[in-house]
């Protein structure tokens, strides 16, 4: 099984910036895509980014251009850049990795970190 451990999140004024990070454990060695989803209130969960193993990132389009994703694969981490918020960036955030292997395939997610973002 693999772990996630998230940190970063808090509560930012509109404009501003933050970055969290992902730290997985666990049975790593099959960790195929990490990323980034979030969840406002009374909204679905949500794409925010993801990127595998290759570096190839994939971006929500509400956040393009504004976040930047990077992952360390000997540290097995992954971090979220995010830069000028917007209230509507509001939600928890929650890491989520991918794992795959000849055996099996499934998804670990973290607890979730909550981003407020003041206007």
């Known amino acids: 099984q693999v772990q996630l451990l998230e940190s970063g999140g808090g509560l930012v004024q509109s404009g501003g910036s933050l970055k969290l990070s992902c730290a997985a454990s666990?049975?790593?060695?099959?960790?195929?895509?990490m990323g980034w989803y979030r969840q406002a209130l009374g909204k679905q969960r949500e794409l925010v980014a993801t990127?595998?193993?290759?570096?190839?990132?994939n971006y929500g389009d509400s956040v393009k251009g504004r976040f930047t994703i990077s992952r360390d694969n000997a540290k097995n981490t992954v971090d979220l850049q995010m830069n000028s918020l917007k209230p509507e960036d509001t939600g928890v955030y929650y890491c989520?990795?991918?794992?795959?292997?000849?055996?099996?395939?499934?998804?670990?997610w973290g607890q979730g970190t909550q981003v407020t973002v003041s206007s």
């Open positions: 989520k990795v991918d794992i795959r292997n000849p055996w099996t395939s499934y998804a670990a």
């Open positions: 666990g049975s790593t060695v099959s960790i195929d895509v």
């Open positions: 990127m595998n193993r290759g570096g190839w990132a």
